[in-house]
């Protein structure tokens, strides 16, 4: 509900006002702006300017707002309901086209000259960034994880000027993600994007995008997309690293 290049912009007493009605969203539904403001310890400017910040007019259209929001995840289908036996039956169809086959091998042409392979992501990203980094390397491509969001890139380092990051985002839209593959770029870093929106942020800033294209499942702010389509093509990369050329 509140995005994340927001909040980035909040100071310390308009950081309250969203950690107290990210604890109590179902009380602030009912709440006047005086006892919001009340609770979080905060002026009740305080309380419009976060809600300014936020993208709304005043208080009244962050609190329907708020409880749009809760009502959506309320309303949200049952994981069970989901199939995913179609989509991904279509996904390993994609992956045996021509087309897709020498998008691979596009990205692997850049993976084979690469001397340190960074693999980036934010969240579950972060987990599929390790156990790709792992897999690679265990191929003989020399790969790392990349999670934090912060980690610097030097701009000095010659290392970086053949360097290949693999940036992981479902949506391709996280900001974290975004950030690091921006400021790889900027140190010679060359970006291949792998997420499931080909119109996303991050694949119009990546050097090199593989789609993948399946229904986009979420929980509030969670994202449940199945992640299968990123371990196959972590794997499938890995064994064509593997071969001999």
Known sequence: ??????????????????????????????????ELAENAHVSTTTVLRFANKMGYEGYSELRYALKRSRAAVAESAPLSDQDMSAPLAEFF???????FSKLVDQAVAHLEEAPLVLLCGI???????????RFW??????SLALTDPD???PAQTAVLQNTVMVALSVSGESQPVIDMATRA????????????????TLAHLADLVITYYLPELT?????????VPIIYLLELIAHRLEQPR
Do not use: C
């Open 219 to 227: 929980r509030g702010a969670l994202n449940l997309t199945t992640q």
């Open 1 to 34: 509900m509140f995005p994340y290049a927001k909040l980035r912009t909040l100071n310390g007493l308009e950081s309250s006002v969203y950690t107290y009605i990210n604890q109590h969203q179902a009380e602030v539904e009912h709440m006047t702006i005086r």
């Open 185 to 200: 770029q900027q140190t010679g870093v060359y970006v291949i994007a792998m997420t499931d929106h080909a119109d996303s």
């Open 123 to 133: 969240g579950t990203g972060a987990a599929l960034a390790e156990y790709g980094a």
């Open 151 to 153: 980690y610097p890139f």
């Open 93 to 99: 169809e994609t992956v045996t086209t021509p087309e």
């Open 137 to 142: 390397s265990n191929s003989g491509t020399f």
